[in-house]
């Protein structure tokens, strides 16, 4: 057969069709995705003396990454506050994915998701802006509690320390986790719930044993779609966090910006990356161990 027939009858096969849809977004990823992070890579293992790039490869980077105690307690402090941010997220999101899923009608179901995403409608650094109000020297929560007689002179613990950015993280990302809890919650064959409650389950131990286990999936997925970009901020703990506040984050930011020493930022935006690709995969074997066990 000539080459030019089978080229014909290939462009028409299902494998051509397929390759013809995910070259654009395959090459899309890789341009914008691959190429930059490649060169962040390359970057980490040159050196730099403010002006002067030298590409001779070497470990030193890293071994400062690793090893300096200023960077070890940013990437400590970093995973610390993303834990809470986690943690704090998915437990108050919970109650709202729940509510919404187990009481709400189902005619009015797509209404509360609409208003669980208006925040989005609004800039980030507006809302941030708006916690400084709340928890500012001078804000909401003083002006309340002062004129309610409760304190004497505003709190200075609000803002400007981990709790402003733990509190200001868990606000901006609470809808990414509610939406895959609340997704989790709305598989769960109804007919279980009432089994359970026909051999004597209460509320609370029916919500134990079915609901949360099975809806353990999603609570997953939510704690690693918050986790991953959380550790990587550096607008929020800039603006509200204060000097006790900054994470690794910001120490990336000052290493590219003022520092001019863009290789050792980029060695430890990688080292942040490989422990947080760590993390998930952990979670994501845990999700998928858990999936097995109640299979």
């Known amino acids: 057969m000539p080459n030019s027939s089978r080229f014909a009858k290939w462009r028409r096969s299902e494998a051509f069709r397929g390759l013809a849809l995910a070259s654009p977004p ?25 002006l002067t790039l030298d590409r001779t490869p070497t470990w030193n980077n890293y071994k400062t990454a690793w090893t300096e105690a200023i960077y070890q307690a940013l990437m400590l402090r970093s995973l610390k506050v993303s834990a809470l ?5 998915v437990i108050l999101s919970f109650p709202i994915a729940y509510y919404v899923s187990f009481r709400v009608s189902p005619r009015r179901k797509t209404l509360w998701i609409f208003l669980i995403t208006i925040p989005f409608w609004t800039s980030y650094l507006m809302r941030i802006f708006l916690w400084k109000v709340i928890l500012g020297y001078n804000g909401v929560v003083n002006g309340s509690l ?25 606000h901006a990302w609470a809808p990414f986790a509610i939406l895959p809890i609340f997704v989790a919650l709305e598989r769960i064959d109804r007919s279980l719930l009432e089994a359970s409650e026909d051999l004597g389950d209460g509320p609370v131990r029916r919500f134990f044993r079915v609901t949360l286990p099975l809806a353990m999936p999603g609570v997953l997925a939510a704690a690693v779609i918050v986790f991953i970009p959380t550790i990587g901020d550096y607008v929020t703990p800039r603006l509200v966090g204060g000097p006790n506040g900054l ?3 910001n120490m990336i930011e000052l290493q590219f910006k003022k520092a001019n020493n863009a290789p050792l930022g980029a060695a430890l935006a990688i080292s942040a990356m490989l422990i947080v690709t760590i993390i998930s995969i952990i979670f994501l074997w845990l999700n998928r161990r858990y999936i097995r066990s109640r299979a």
């Open 26 to 50: 395959f090459l899309y990823a890789l341009t914008m995705l691959a190429a930059p992070l490649a060169a962040v890579v390359l970057f980490s293992f040159w050196t730099q003396d403010y």
């Open 85 to 89: 941010v986690t943690a704090a997220t």
């Open 247 to 249: 994470l690794i984050a």
């Open 146 to 170: 002062m004129g309610l007689g409760l304190i004497e002179e505003p709190l200075t613990f609000i803002l400007y320390n981990q709790n402003a950015v733990i509190l200001t993280l868990s």
